[in-house]
């Protein structure tokens, strides 16, 4: 038995490159399980018993750290050493080979692939499969499965709602059925099916059906890497019968234009839905909605997980194809069948549509196209496990999370919640260092820390320059007293000087006296003659010396006037330097108290950081 045919593991679709992965967490967030992705580590790994295989992530990741697996090597080798083979090929083959799908078939059968089958032919008998379950069993809801993703989902995630799959298989279950069951030169054989989705591997898996998935993404590379022009090979046409409408099977509403020809007015009672999240927000409340008893007014359920349908699938090449010119191409084949069977135009004849339903009842018997599925749930429940309100409050406070104003819900985690994020590091999924609340906090601290110091570092400063200052200030206050000590000094040195002026003129008035008396005393002895002579010599002396004390005196009073004017200028120059003191004095005294302004205000904001922390 194959080890992934049972309800333990699935089988990888997607594998991860961890040297390309930088851990951006796109993959996660366009993820509509989330929890099947690990990003606590240097990479995003999967665990791929809870990946429902959709592919998103592959296309989402810009680095090429995802790929998808399919079996195209094992599909060249066993053709190459002589498996007998045959194909089936996706109606998303007209939008992804266009113009070139009957070319493809030519081209497998040159490689040696014995027969190829549209399986748009098995899209027609799936809808009649579950056109006859409604009719037998009226159920209330019946929800589509041609999607190996939705299964997956709803075997993992909600396996309530498995009584209401589709009880008939895929369209590819279907084909490969008709082979084995219509077709004996093929019933044995191996079947490769060229499909436009990873996850269908995973189908083969569980319902035996199909033993090669060859992607279109696959098949096209390896084409282009053999420069294998497809045009080259002869049209050739399929060895089933050919489809009417169901080869729009491939695009969101397929299955319900389909449905209308065999019960028309069915449209009016078919939920169509497609796209993520969509599909699974809808999937997840249909589940309440079934558990609260409430009452539909359809009850067909047209779903698919892409939102571009099957044309668009992981597995395709035309991802960047406008809609309209992609969904033409299955629309101008859907048309041509039309043509082909006479149902075009409003109204088919009912002899066209009678011969359609015959061929159809042809390849169609009770219970050969039926499938179970497995519930899954038990593994997610083994790997997945909620915290309590008391944990999950634990988790959001190591977040640095304290209150609702930190619940950002932003996103940048890949989650849709910071619950789900909690969730995930609860179960060791992920770490806070993904979120963008916590990142941000430390970035806070580190910036907090830088202030912190910087404050420290500033009031270290400013108290050394304070010091420097006061320091300062009492140095010139001391040069202040001394300069008024010299200038008080100076100006006493000036008022003695002016009292030497008055001793002065009392020596000049006694010399003049001594002059007058001289002059007298000479005059009185040319008049005594010989008698006079010596007293003659001593006035003359004495005249002398008045003279000369006289000059002196004229020098002393230039010297003095000189002192008094450098007097005059120090103390002029003096007072002007105190003046000068005064001024740089007040400045120093205002630069002080600016930096205890500083100073208290560095320590407010310093005690301010310690009582946040």
């Known amino acids: 038995m194959n080890e992934y045919a049972t309800a333990e593991h699935l089988r990888p679709v997607i594998q991860i490159d961890p040297a390309k992965c930088c851990n951006c967490h796109r993959c996660i967030s366009v993820c509509p399980v989330k929890m099947c992705n690990n990003g606590s580590g240097g990479h995003v790994s999967i665990n791929h018993d809870l990946c429902i295989g959709c592919g998103t992530c592959i296309e989402a990741c810009s680095h090429g750290a995802r790929t998808g697996i399919d079996d195209m090597q094992a599909f060249f080798h066993d053709l ?12 998303a083959v007209a939008s992804n080979f266009a113009g070139k799908d009957l070319h493809l078939n030519g081209w497998l059968k040159s490689i040696g692939v014995k027969a190829v089958f549209d399986v748009s032919f098995g899209a027609e008998l799936t809808t009649k499969s579950y056109i006859e379950q409604i009719k037998k069993e009226d159920p209330q809801i019946l929800i589509s499965q041609p999607c190996p993703a939705l299964v997956s989902f709803v075997e993992i ?3 309530q709602l498995i009584p209401y799959l589709a009880k008939a298989d895929s369209p590819m279950a279907h084909t490969v059925e008709c082979i084995r069951h219509f077709y004996p030169a093929y019933r044995d054989c191996k079947i490769a099916v060229i499909s436009p989705c990873f996850a269908k591997r995973r189908e083969f898996d569980e319902n035996g059906r199909g033993d090669y998935n060859v992607t279109m993404k696959s098949l096209d590379t390896w084409l282009k890497e053999n420069n294998i022009d497809l045009s080259t090979f002869p049209q050739v046409d399929y060895d089933n019968p050919p489809a009417e409408r169901a080869v ?5 509403g397929g299955l319900m234009r389909t449905a209308e020809r065999f019960v028309p007015g069915i449209s009016s009672k078919t939920r169509k839905i497609e796209g993520q999240p969509a599909m699974f ?12 008893g409430h009452k539909f007014h359809y009850q067909l359920v047209d779903c698919l997980n892409c939102d571009k349908g099957c044309n668009r699938g992981g597995g395709t090449v035309n991802t960047r194809m406008p809609l309209d010119e992609l969904e033409e191409l299955v629309e101008s084949r859907a048309l041509a069948r039309k043509e082909k069977w006479k149902t075009s135009g409003r109204k088919p004849s009912k002899l066209a549509l009678w011969r359609l339903d015959k061929t159809l009842n ?14 899954r749930s038990a593994v997610r429940l083994r790997c997945i496990n909620n915290p309590s309100q008391e944990e999950l409050e634990q988790i959001y406070l190591s ?22 994020m909690a969730i995930a590091i609860f179960n060791g999924l992920n770490r806070r260092e993904n979120c963008h609340h916590y990142v941000m906090s430390l970035a806070n601290q580190d910036h907090e820390k830088e202030i912190r110091e910087a404050v420290k570092s500033i009031a270290e400063a400013v108290r050394s320059g304070t010091e420097a200052l006061q320091s300062n200030v009492h140095d010139l206050q001391e040069i202040k007293n001394m300069n008024m000590l ?9 008022t003695k000087m002016n009292g030497i002026w008055d001793i002065m003129g009392i020596i000049n008035n006694v010399a003049d006296q001594t002059k007058i008396i001289a002059f007298n005393a000479e005059l009185e002895a040319s008049s005594s003659g010989e008698a006079g002579k010596n007293f003659h010599i001593v006035a003359t002396e ?58 208290a205000s560095s320590q407010s904001v310093a005690s301010n950081e310690k009582n946040r922390n």
């Open 80 to 91: 190459k050493n002589g498996i007998y083979m045959v194909a089936i090929v996706a109606p």
């Open 157 to 159: 995630y909600c396996p």
């Open 248 to 252: 729009l099977y491939s695009v969101p």
């Open 281 to 292: 927000e809808y999937l997840a409340g249909l589940e309440r909605s079934l558990s609260s």
């Open 362 to 375: 042809a390849y169609w018997k009770p219970g050969i196209y039926d499938r179970t599925y497995y519930d």
């Open 399 to 420: 977040m640095d999370k304290h209150g609702s104003a930190d619940i950002y819900n932003c996103g940048a985690c890949g989650y849709n919640s910071c619950e789900q």
């Open 486 to 494: 010299t200038t008080e000094g100076i100006k006493d040195l000036n």
């Open 542 to 599: 004495i005249r002398h010396l008045s003279d000369t004390i006289l000059d002196s005196i004229k020098e002393i009073k230039r010297i003095i006037d000189e002192i008094q004017k450098a007097s005059d200028k120090l103390i002029f120059d003096s007072e002007n330097g105190t003046r000068q003191i005064n001024e740089s004095w007040e400045n120093a005294k205002i630069l002080e108290k600016g930096f205890g302004s500083i100073m």
